[in-house]
């Protein structure tokens, strides 16, 4: 997965990924040549008495030290380039396909982590991808030419590199192995602990409110101790393997000096050659420990990239049929009917469809307003209309169109959606009003805010349009917000209006304001309002009544008073409880 992701990645910078070996080839040769280099000057100048010679053969060296320097500086520059490079377009990638995931798949990752895979897994990609430029080429170049040249200097001394080359990928091999587990499971414990983080901040209040923060502190620090269980046992394989390595190194170097000092002693060794083949000795090692430390941060960065495999490999259950001619003509559309025939969803897996079998029309200039008890289907219903969910039964069309068998760009650009959930984005209440329609001018704004309602509190508010909201809205009142959201949906003349229970943090007076004032802004188009309240429902030219995703009754307020035993007890329980003392 590692490999795939990365050759993938790198298709981009063949150029970049050529000069970079070639680079680091320039200076892993001068690398190896300067050691021969040293041995001419100590046996054919030293020893020799030939000072000339050691001029000449040390302007060498200072040429080659050099050119090396260079190489290994522009390698480094190029390789960090690269690797930025590529964790940008990693970056960008696993954006792209979380917004085109829908919220089924989202919920399958999980929030936490997505933003884990998005962040922290792709920046362990590219922290691989420098390493890998740094050292991947350079190592095994280094190490195989190092073994070349040392046989070259002296055949039976040789023996040594064979001997301890083994051993250290032994050492090598048993410490990988071990830590491409580990570092799996820390990858997902990082996740649970952000996750816990997450929930504790988003839900801090709730904690202090049932006194939950021993219970809270305790989940944290089981969570929080395993992770820093699992960090520890890869950082004490990992800090256990160099001491091992410069054990291994030490004994080598004290077995080279010891024979090849015995080999120069008997005369079948000169002392330059000695010099240069422990310079050798210690590239060989040198490239192996760098090698070792790829290998040892390549089990980390296989983990992550096997998460995000997994989220750009992630097929979207919503499929956008592509027609890119058609994406800007959202008012073609205009006037015509939404209607649902034989509509039925169900959540993969769950024993039971969530709807089923949902039949009707809602027209241009009226209002269809759903009604049901909690849980019966209603939001998951409206969901279907701008396919934030596919239908798995039966079809949806707008204008007599079929919504699947329309680009989502066109689909979308055709309706305004007001969610359950009130959310609004970091900026000011003016950047918020804009998310709908960035060329909106500010007498627009007002406009909307004023059929939102909403104009007042923000005339009141210091900074006005200005005030900047904090991320979720958190410094408005729910009331407050819920008016911002369906400001920011009038900004948008579209055929379709969908509103997901928008009402509910409204008390009744400017609630009935809010509809008032809706009634004519939304005059000729279709409406469609999830409704807790019958007083919402009660004006609206067609009422769905929905009981366990099955569409039990339809009509006017006073046809299903008279016909519906289901809206009879959703309608008598709600003025029961406005009687109520
Ligand atoms: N992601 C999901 N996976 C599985 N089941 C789900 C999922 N989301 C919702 N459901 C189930 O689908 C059913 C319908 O949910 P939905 O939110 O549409 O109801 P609702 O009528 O809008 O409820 P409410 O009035 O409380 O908002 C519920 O039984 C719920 O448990």
């Known amino acids: ?138 190592a095994p170049v280094m190490a195989a030419g190092g073994v070349l040249l040392a046989w070259q200097q002296d055949m039976v001394l040789s023996s040594v590199v064979m001997v301890i080359m083994p051993i250290l990928l032994l050492i090598m091999y048993l410490i990988v192995r071990r830590l491409v587990p580990l570092y799996r499971q820390g990858q997902e414990l990082l996740d649970r602990t952000g996750e816990l983080f997450r929930e504790q901040i988003i839900g801090a209040n709730v904690i202090r409110a049932f006194v939950r923060q021993g219970h809270e502190t305790r989940r944290f620090a089981k969570a929080n101790s395993s992770l820093t269980g699992n960090n520890l046992q890869s950082s004490l394989l990992v800090a256990g393997m160099l001491p091992l390595i410069m054990i291994v190194v030490n004994l080598s170097s004290v077995a080279v000096v010891w024979f090849g000092g015995q080999r120069v002693y008997d005369g079948g060794m000169k002392i330059g050659a000695l010099t240069a083949f422990i310079a050798y000795i210690l590239q060989i090692l040198l490239a192996i420990m760098m090698a070792m430390y790829v290998f040892m941060t390549a ?108 680009p989502l760009d066109l689909l979308r650009r055709t309706m305004a959606v007001v969610p359950q959930l009130s959310h609004l984005f970091s900026g000011t209440i003016a950047d918020n009003l804009r998310v709908a329609a960035p060329e909106a001018t500010e007498r627009q704004l007002w406009e909307a805010l004023e059929t939102a309602q909403a104009a007042g509190f923000v005339r009141a508010l210091p900074r006005g349009m200005d005030t900047e909201v904090g991320q979720g809205g958190t410094n408005l009142s729910g009331g407050q917000r819920q008016r911002l959201c369906i400001a920011r949906a009038l900004l948008r003349r579209v055929p379709v209006y969908l509103f997901d229970d928008s009402f509910s943090a409204l008390d009744f007076a400017t609630e009935a304001r809010v509809r008032d004032a809706l009634e004519i802004a939304l005059e000729g188009a279709v409406v469609i309002v999830v409704a807790e309240r019958i007083s919402t429902a009660a004006g609206a030219s067609q009422i769905l009544v929905l009981d366990d995703g099955r569409l039990v009754a339809q009509g006017t307020h006073l046809q299903l008073l008279e016909t519906s035993a289901t809206y009879r007890e959703i309608a008598e329980s709600q003025l029961a409880l406005d009687d109520a003392p």
């Open 1 to 138: 997965m590692l490999f795939g992701l990365m050759t993938r990645l790198l298709a981009g910078h063949k150029g970049a990924v050529a000069a970079i070996v070639a680079l680091q080839l320039v200076q892993t040769a001068g690398n190896l040549l300067l050691p021969t280099i040293n041995a001419a000057i100590i046996d054919d100048g030293i020893v020799a008495g030939n000072t000339p010679e050691i001029f000449r053969l040390g302007t060498v060296m200072v040429l080659i030290a050099a050119v090396q320097a260079s190489a290994a500086i522009a390698a480094g520059y190029f390789g960090a380039v690269v690797a930025m490079k590529l964790g940008h377009q990693l970056r960008g990638e696993v954006f792209t396909r979380i917004q085109s995931l829908s919220s089924q798949e989202m919920a399958a990752f999980g929030t936490q982590s997505l933003v884990t895979r998005a962040t922290n897994d792709t920046q362990q990609i590219q922290s691989f991808a420098v390493l890998v430029f740094t050292m991947l080429v350079a």
């Open 299 to 406: 089990p980390r960065a296989a983990a992550c990239a096997e998460r995000l495999g997994a989220v750009l490999g992630a097929k979207p259950s919503v499929q956008d049929h592509k027609a890119p001619q058609e994406t800007r003509q959202g008012s073609s559309l205009e006037g015509g009917c939404v209607t649902f025939r034989n509509v039925g969803f169900s959540y993969p897996g769950a024993e039971n469809p969530v709807l089923e079998d949902i039949s009707f029309t809602a027209r241009p200039g009226t209002t269809v307003a759903i009604v049901g008890s909690t849980g019966s289907g209603k939001s998951t219903l409206l969901s279907l209309v701008p396919r934030f969910l596919d239908a798995t039964a039966g079809t949806i069309s707008i204008g007599g169109r079929n919504i699947c068998s329309m």
